[in-house]
């Protein structure tokens, strides 16, 4: 992979998928003037570097090769104008092309909506164990390291656009501050997320996802506690429209008003409602889910037994869980019987899912 003028390399995306290449196989990816070597170990994860892209550059990405030649091979064609942002799109595309064009060793899923022998792997906030959450970095990296999917939130900026970030401020997940809906595009535009990755906006996860070669869910969480309402889950349900990415997506919110109108505008997109171990079974059953139409449940970890589970199965939801993060926790949710589990590393759920 050969990059062209202005990389500067600031950020690292670790545990991209080796089974790309045949066992013992090797790759050359040059970045600028810095070759590196992957080298596949044994069928596990390895390193490469992710470059940023600053300033005025060519395309990031020309030819992807690698050997034997029936590893990885293609030209990559860039598909954004020649702004930072859109050279940032083009590296994420070619690499997450680079490790899903070939098939993983992982069962198979016909869709994440069917029963499968195993919860799904959802990224919560991408990889955001390894890589600056919400950012592109991280959803790739969360494809890379074989989630069946990534839990991303939204909300609308001041401009009218529908961006990826989970706090109402900016101030704790980027080197800038103020609320997230009085700043434009631009504004989010040029903070740092981290590692020199910026807030993408939603058009953008979807199309730099889009190339997983397997059934890949969007779980987007609507941050919408705002009054009067601010339009977002129409907003949210167009983006999505626009795409043709229905069949791959699964809105949630805390907010059952959202959920609520999410049903209104978008019936045929399942929902979900979020919530947390300290509110009281009554509030959730009572108020909380006749509210607002669902078909699945998203409680926390801290709610998670294996009756709490069959019991809202009986009443026919599906449980996806949050946020799952240590060995203990993944064993319990699966053996619970929950649908999907949503944490930081993939990677690590799969490790201790045995697969």
Not at 90 to 95: F, H, I, K, M, Q
Not at 171 to 182: H, L, M, Q, S, Y
Request: net charge negative; with cysteine; glycine share 8%.
């Amino acid at each position: 992979m050969h990059a062209g003028a202005g990389v500067h390399p600031d950020a690292v995306i670790e545990a991209l998928d080796a089974q790309v290449l045949d066992r013992h196989a090797d790759a050359l990816i040059h970045l600028h003037a810095a070759p590196l070597e992957v080298v596949a170990d044994d069928q596990r994860a390895v390193a490469v570097q992710h470059h940023a892209i600053f300033g005025d550059a060519q395309p990031v990405w020309q030819v992807v090769h690698a050997r034997p030649q029936h590893g990885v091979a293609g030209e990559g064609h860039p598909i954004f104008g020649d702004d930072e942002f859109g050279h940032r799109i083009n590296l994420t595309r070619a690499l997450l092309g680079a490790t899903t064009r070939h098939e993983r060793r992982m069962p198979a899923m016909n869709h994440w909506l069917n029963p499968i022998d195993r919860p799904l792997i959802i990224g919560h906030r991408g990889a955001s164990a390894h890589a600056p959450e919400n950012t592109l970095a991280a959803f790739v990296l969360a494809v890379a390291q074989g989630a069946d999917g990534i839990e991303l939130d939204v909300m609308r900026c001041a401009t009218g656009e529908v961006v990826v970030i989970h706090d109402d401020t900016v101030n704790r997940t980027t080197d800038g501050e103020g609320r997230v809906r009085a700043l434009s595009l631009a504004a989010l535009r040029r903070l740092d997320a981290g590692n020199g990755e910026r807030i993408p906006t939603l058009d953008e996860v979807i199309i730099a996802t889009a190339g997983a070669s397997r059934p890949f869910l969007l779980n987007i969480e609507v941050k919408n506690d705002a009054a009067p309402f601010d339009g977002l889950e129409r907003l949210v349900v167009e983006v999505v429209r626009r795409h043709g990415c229905e069949d791959r997506v699964l809105f949630s919110s805390f907010n059952p008003l959202a959920v609520r109108r999410l049903a209104q505008l978008a019936p045929d997109i399942p929902r979900g409602i979020l919530y947390h171990h300290a509110m009281p079974a009554y509030l959730r059953e009572v108020w909380l889910a006749p509210l607002a139409p669902h078909e699945f449940r998203h409680p926390d970890i801290g709610l998670i037994t294996p009756e709490f589970v069959a019991r809202l199965k009986a009443q026919g939801k599906r449980v996806n869980t949050w946020t799952v993060n240590t060995r203990a926790d993944i064993v319990r949710a699966a053996t619970s019987g929950v649908h999907g589990i949503i944490g930081d590393s993939p990677l690590a759920i799969r490790d201790a899912l045995g697969i």
